[in-house]
């Protein structure tokens, strides 16, 4: 099963993972799926066998660019095609299990190249997902559709941050303010 293409509809926020800039984060949202594509996956399973890690849901990482991290499989076609290093691997910086990463920070200086994952547990994080152009490379790329790009999820994105403002979305004024 691809990603989800609701998904913030039918999930919710169950993390928060920060870039250290102290400016930019992107929410994972869960719950995860379990038994889905990187579960089925021989590969995967044998790099978390070989580390000693089991295998769980893990949620979507990102809500503009958003990578299921239950499907994905460690392909890193998605590294590739990025034009503007959104994504990179996210145990070449941070060496623990997935699920960690539900609430870290990170600084983006992990690997941007295809074929330099730490194994096939190591995931795409869209680490830069405010770098997006939009131009959806990475999710016509992605073996098992486990990418999600789309601007107008950024109503979710503004919704869980608290700043979402509903006049400007509707492109109307803001109401006059009483005197």
Not at 83 to 112: H, I, K
Not at 113 to 123: F, G, I, L, P, Q
Not at 125 to 134: K, L, N, Q, S, V
Not at 154 to 164: C, R
Request: hydrophobic residues 35%; charged residues 25%.
């Amino acid at each position: 099963m691809p990603i989800d293409p609701d998904f913030p509809k039918n999930h919710q926020v169950i993390g928060k993972h920060m870039h250290s800039d102290g400016e930019h984060y992107h929410f994972v949202w869960g719950p995860g799926r379990a038994g889905v594509e990187a579960a089925e996956n021989e590969e995967v399973k044998a790099a978390y066998s070989q580390r000693g890690e089991e295998i769980v849901p893990l949620g979507v990482h990102g809500t503009m660019v958003a990578i299921d991290w239950d499907s994905c499989v460690a392909d890193g076609a998605c590294i590739e095609a990025c034009p503007v290093q959104v994504f990179q691997w996210y145990r070449t910086e941070n060496d623990v299990p997935a699920v960690d990463l539900t609430n870290a920070t990170s600084a983006g200086t992990g690997s941007t190249v295809k074929d330099e994952r730490k194994d096939y547990t190591d995931k795409a994080d869209p680490i830069r997902e405010h770098d997006c152009i939009w131009c959806m490379a990475c999710v016509s790329v992605c073996p098992p559709q486990a990418v999600k790009v789309d601007q107008s999820s950024l109503e979710f994105h503004e919704k869980e941050s608290g700043t979402f403002n509903e006049a400007l979305s509707k492109g109307s004024a803001p109401p006059p303010h009483a005197h």
